[in-house]
């Protein structure tokens, strides 16, 4: 065996790269997050880790809301410049055609394929330097043109994955077996 040891940071490959909407101080914000994720299937609950010191993280407690907008590799500058600056000193209110749902307070990008519209049921604070925001589910919205058959198409949406400690986005590659059936045999 020829294992190294590398330290005992958070390793996961690829993370996801979202923009996470809120209304903070009555207006609309949106930051860069990798740290998210499904958390609870049955009601969907997804999951992001947040900074304690974002803008963000404001916003999300004075509205108990907030939005995950998954953008599309089109959108990459965009994407990056919203994780790297804050809505305490940039207003980044105009950089997307904004829509609103089910919960009228959650900002959702018009210009991503997929929008996760989120209520706030859980904060968790594990003592290290992020907030936990646990959101349930309460609407999906995308496009007709993302699907294939009756399913959502990575292919189309085409989101923007992150290689975390290179700092490096990547694309989707090719797809390699049906999952839940070539483990079958
Ligand atoms: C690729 C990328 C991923 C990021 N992921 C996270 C994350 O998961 N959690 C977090 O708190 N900040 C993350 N950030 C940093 C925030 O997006 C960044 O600090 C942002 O400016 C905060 O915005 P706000 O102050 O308007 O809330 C990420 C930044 C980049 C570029």
Redesign the pocket.
């Known amino acids: 065996m020829n294992k190294m040891k590398i330290g005992n940071k958070g390793y996961l490959y690829p993370?996801p790269?979202v923009l996470v909407g809120?209304t903070?101080n009555d207006k609309t914000?949106?930051?860069?997050?990798?740290?998210?994720s499904i958390v609870n299937r049955t009601p969907a609950m997804m999951s992001?880790?947040?900074?304690k010191?974002?803008?963000?993280?404001d916003?999300i407690r004075q509205n108990n809301s907030f939005s995950i907008n998954i953008p599309s590799v089109e959108m990459l500058e965009v994407?990056?410049y919203?994780?790297?600056?804050?809505?305490?000193t940039?207003d980044?209110s105009k950089l997307f055609n904004n829509f609103y749902g089910e919960l009228k307070n959650a900002p959702m990008i018009e210009e991503c394929p997929v929008n996760v519209e989120c209520e706030l049921i859980q904060e968790l604070d594990l003592g290290g330097s992020?907030v936990i925001f646990i959101g349930k589910v309460i609407e999906v919205y995308t496009e007709e043109k993302y699907f294939t058959n009756d399913t959502l198409d990575l292919k189309k949406i085409n989101p923007i994955l992150?290689s975390?400690y290179e700092?490096n986005?990547y694309n989707v590659g090719k797809k390699i077996g049906k999952a839940w059936s070539v483990g079958a045999k």
């Not at 010191?53 to 993280?57: A, G």
């Open positions: 993370l790269t809120t903070v914000n949106y930051l860069n997050v990798s740290f998210c992001i880790s947040l900074n010191s974002h803008y963000t993280c916003g994407t990056d919203c994780g790297i600056v804050s809505g305490n940039v980044k992020n992150l975390i700092f986005y």
